[in-house]
């Protein structure tokens, strides 16, 4: 049986799913595009979230970009400007609620940005600037808790308010504008470990 792969870049304000039962409208991935029956997200990104998200028709290679061999890279823009402590902080380790207990993250790699890439585009405005100067930090993770990069951007002091998958494994949101949808015929997705 052959199977459908796609790259698409999440806006804000969808949901990673296609059928959502409860009353109120939500905004969900087939309104934009025509996925073929059986397609799922793999893994996903919150509402309030946008960036690269993977859609498949194969279970397999859905639990292979979930694994802990691939790497997801976020860029999340901060409430005032991170410091190298909490950058180093967010790389060692930071203790977070998971589903009512607390949990330590793995180490990670993180790093200041200092100037965005063109792809990552104006977004959604957060704030006016007199609220307060904002940060943009990039954090790599080979796991995914519920919420994980805020999770771990306030535990340092510096919530996140806005929050882009860049990249999982080698493949990137470059060349993808906001709700543009890709059909791939695979994912190249060396393990990292």
């Known amino acids: 049986m052959a199977h459908y792969h796609f790259?698409?870049?999440?806006?804000?304000?969808?949901?990673?799913?296609?059928?959502?039962?409860?009353?109120?409208?939500?905004?969900?991935?087939?309104e934009l595009y025509a996925f073929p029956e059986g397609t799922m997200a793999i893994g996903r990104l919150d509402e309030d979230s946008e960036g690269l998200l993977f859609l498949t028709t194969d279970g397999m290679m859905s639990e292979r970009v979930r694994s802990k061999t691939v790497a997801k890279e976020y860029y999340a823009q901060v409430d005032g400007i991170i410091?190298?402590?909490?950058?180093?902080?967010?790389?060692?380790?930071?203790?977070?609620?998971?589903?009512?207990?607390?949990?330590?993250?793995?180490?990670?790699?993180?790093r200041r940005i200092t100037e965005l890439p063109d792809f990552i585009g104006e977004g959604r405005r957060i704030r006016d600037e007199?609220?307060?100067?904002?940060?943009?930090?990039?954090?790599?993770?080979?796991?995914?808790?519920?919420?994980?990069?805020?999770?771990?951007?306030?535990?340092?002091?510096?919530?996140?308010?806005?929050l882009v998958r860049?990249?999982?494994?080698?493949?990137?949101?470059?060349?993808?504008?906001s709700g543009a949808v890709r059909e791939v015929d695979h994912f190249e997705l060396p393990e990292t470990l």
């Open 7 to 30: 790259l698409i870049h999440k806006p804000h304000g969808y949901l990673s799913q296609f059928i959502y039962e409860k009353k109120r409208h939500k905004k969900l991935l087939g």
């Open 83 to 110: 410091t190298s402590e909490a950058v180093e902080a967010i790389q060692n380790g930071v203790e977070i609620g998971v589903k009512g207990t607390r949990y330590t993250t793995k180490k990670c790699e993180a």
């Open 130 to 162: 007199r609220h307060g100067p904002t940060s943009w930090v990039s954090i790599t993770l080979t796991e995914g808790k519920f919420r994980q990069v805020r999770k771990m951007t306030a535990a340092v002091g510096f919530p996140t308010l806005r």
């Open 166 to 177: 860049v990249r999982i494994g080698t493949i990137t949101l470059q060349n993808l504008e």
